[in-house]
């Protein structure tokens, strides 16, 4: 009995060394193949991006699928949620595309939609890749602030098409001016923002304008301008003390003399902006650099093609600070070049 007991314990350490060296003999053992799975590319938006749209506003998404490790694979892309009067066009292939263009309507103010894209793989062995977004559409008549003096946060957009400013944030108001994409020097047109209001349709920014009467405001839409551009400088110009303060975030960063426009010649006052930045000049009249702005004068100015009031240097340093000019404000060249290395265009300008 013995003897058969060793012989049953030495035949079963033999299945276990059989079977152990099985397992690590065997390559795909404990290593189970790796999945193929379709994977997103940019543009897709990220997982969950949540957008806002606001009505007459056109909504684009861009989607890119593809399977790196099935080049040969073909892949499709579908959606589910798409809103009512969306469009949804997709290309098959790898990789695969897709773009889903909306314009929100006045009945779908309010709500939220969850869209999901799949991309579908049309080989076996290959899992799909969803992705999951939310657009809400913005409630209407809604008004917001976009530059404040209390937070020191002022806003600007570059003019990309050409618009009418209205009198009110309609299309029926009358119009109050016509903005074109360049100014008068040819540099690209911009104005400061002030607020802006959500009406059914459109978006509606409140913006200053290049046009007399000085100080006059309005309406253009959102659609007309760039992305907007931020500044934090405030510049003003006091025609009593004769002096041009600039400040950042309201502290003190800059302080000179100047020179302001005759009686006859007045610097206006008002609440103003600066347009553009030149410089090059021939002449050394206007000195080493220049600012335009918006500001405008009912009579000729020394400002290139009359009319508007520049910030520029001079070639007579000593006849500041005084009554010099024709409108525009005139600054010792030293003090206009550290001005131009602190006051980005877009700056507000108060005239007192």
Not at 261 to 270: D, I, L, M, S, V
Request: some cysteine.
């Amino acid at each position: 009995m013995g003897q058969a007991m060793r012989h049953i314990s030495v035949w079963c350490r033999g299945l276990c060394l059989l079977a152990v060296f099985a397992v690590f003999a065997s390559p795909a053992a404990g290593r189970p193949k790796e999945a193929v799975k379709a994977e997103w590319l940019p543009p897709t938006p990220v997982e969950g991006k949540r957008f806002s749209v606001d009505i007459g506003e056109p909504l684009r998404l861009s989607l890119v699928a593809t399977t790196r490790d099935a080049p040969e694979s073909t892949l499709a892309i579908e959606a589910s949620g798409v809103p009512a009067g969306a469009t949804f066009r997709t290309t098959a292939g790898n990789p695969a595309g897709a773009t889903i263009t909306w314009v929100a309507t006045r009945a779908q103010v309010g709500r939220r939609f969850s869209l999901t894209f799949t991309a579908d793989p049309r080989s076996p062995g290959i899992d799909s890749a969803t992705r999951h977004v939310v657009v809400e559409v913005r409630a209407l008549a809604t008004t917001f602030t976009l530059s404040s003096k209390a937070t020191e946060t002022y806003r600007y957009a570059f003019v990309m098409r050409r618009a009418v400013a209205r009198s009110a944030p309609d299309r029926s108001a009358p119009p109050v001016a016509r903005l074109s994409r360049l100014t008068p020097e040819r540099t690209t047109n911009l104005v400061l923002a002030l607020d802006g209001r959500r009406t059914p349709g459109a978006v509606w920014i409140r913006v200053r304008l290049p046009i007399l009467p000085n100080n006059t405001v309005g309406w253009v839409p959102r659609r007309s301008l760039s992305d907007w551009k931020v500044v934090r400088t405030h510049l003003v110009v006091d025609r009593k003390r004769l002096t041009a303060t600039l400040y950042r975030f309201g502290r003190r960063v800059f302080f000179a003399r100047v020179g302001i426009g005759q009686p006859q010649w007045p610097t206006p006052p008002g609440e103003f902006y600066v347009r553009n930045q030149l410089y090059g000049f021939d002449d050394p009249f206007y000195g080493p650099i220049a600012y335009g702005t918006n500001a405008r004068s009912p009579v000729l100015t020394d400002w290139p093609g009359g009319g508007f009031i520049g910030i520029h240097g001079t070639n007579e340093p000593q006849l500041i600070p005084g009554q010099i000019s024709h409108g525009c404000v005139r600054l010792r060249n030293r003090d206009m070049l550290r001005l131009a290395r602190l006051m980005p265009v877009g700056t507000p300008l108060t005239v007192l």
